[in-house]
């Protein structure tokens, strides 16, 4: 299922990100970005301004079932893995984590009020 939540405005520092598929409001559950069944979703603000960053999904328990077994069911694959090679992953990651930096920290500072270089 792919939904896109309907905004009466955008918070104007998003506009100030490199790469907008950071900010995402579905949740990632066995692979898919979801919404939840009955579309329903809750609405994260700014703390310094109140302003709306986003609404995100909000998942029922049976949904957040559904994601905890696909967790668990993706576990032994990733155990299975030689640490080279979850290395090499999480190194991938991490590359992507330092190249996203900026983004990441206006996220952060926008969901949770925290100063920007702290963030």
């Not at 009466?8 to 950071?22: F, I, N, T, V, Y």
């Not at 703390?47 to 905890?68: E, K, N, W, Y």
């Not at 090499?88 to 900026?102: C, G, H």
């Given at each position: 299922?792919?939904?896109?939540?309907?905004?009466?405005?955008?918070?104007?520092?998003?506009?100030?990100?490199?790469?907008?598929?950071?900010?995402?409001e579905l949740a990632y559950v066995a692979g898919h970005w979801t919404a939840s069944e009955t579309?329903?979703?809750?609405?994260?603000?700014?703390?310094?301004?109140?302003?709306?960053?986003?609404?995100?999904?909000?998942?029922?328990?049976?949904?957040?079932?559904?994601?905890?077994?696909?967790?668990?069911?993706?576990?032994?694959?990733?155990?299975?893995?030689?640490?080279?090679?979850?290395?090499?992953?999480?190194?991938?990651?991490?590359?992507?984590?330092?190249?996203?930096?900026?983004?990441?920290?206006?996220?952060?500072?926008?969901?949770q009020g925290k100063p920007l270089k702290e963030s």
């Amino acid at each position: 299922m792919s939904a896109h939540f309907a905004r009466s405005h955008r918070h104007e520092a998003l506009d100030r990100l490199a790469d907008r598929r950071l900010l995402r409001e579905l949740a990632y559950v066995a692979g898919h970005w979801t919404a939840s069944e009955t579309a329903e979703s809750f609405e994260v603000t700014d703390p310094a301004t109140g302003s709306t960053v986003a609404f995100v999904a909000a998942l029922d328990a049976r949904q957040t079932t559904l994601a905890i077994d696909a967790a668990s069911r993706a576990f032994p694959a990733w155990r299975a893995l030689l640490p080279q090679e979850r290395s090499k992953i999480l190194r991938k990651w991490f590359d992507l984590i330092v190249a996203a930096k900026n983004d990441l920290a206006l996220l952060m500072t926008l969901e949770q009020g925290k100063p920007l270089k702290e963030s």
